[in-house]
Nanobody
């Protein structure tokens, strides 16, 4: 079973940038789709971006399109999230999860089937 360690978060001003890393262990990431989720205080965890397995198709929530880029390095068993032009509403704890497809990961989160979340990485955007 794949386990993740998220890192790269921090505190930035609006307009700033961060690159998050999601390092996997226990299983190779190459066959899997990987999603980044975030959870703002008092809100449910929501999907932000997802990258598919073999052809690396990407999907983004409308709120981050054009600002965030998800990409993967299968040799390093790591998925990244480049976040540019950060906004205050991007604040939250960012987590990653994997599944056979992006749709499966989304449904797993909605159904509460993902129980082994990593520790996440905190992103704080404030002026």
């Amino acid at each position: 079973q794949v386990q993740f360690v998220e890192s790269g978060g921090g505190s930035v001003q609006p307009g700033g940038a961060l690159r998050l890393s999601c390092a996997a262990s226990g299983s190779p990431l190459a066959p899997l789709a990987v999603s980044w989720f975030r959870q703002a205080p008092g809100k449910d965890r929501e999907g932000v971006a997802c990258i598919s397995n073999s052809i690396s198709t990407t999907h983004y929530d409308d709120s981050v399109k054009g600002r965030f880029t998800i990409f993967r390095d299968n040799a390093k068993n790591t998925v990244y999230l480049q976040m540019n032009r950060l906004k205050i509403e991007d604040t939250g704890i960012y987590y990653c999860a994997a599944g056979s497809t992006c749709e499966v990961v989304t449904l797993m989160n909605l159904d509460g089937q993902i129980t082994d979340w990593g520790q996440g990485t905190q992103v704080t955007v404030s002026s």
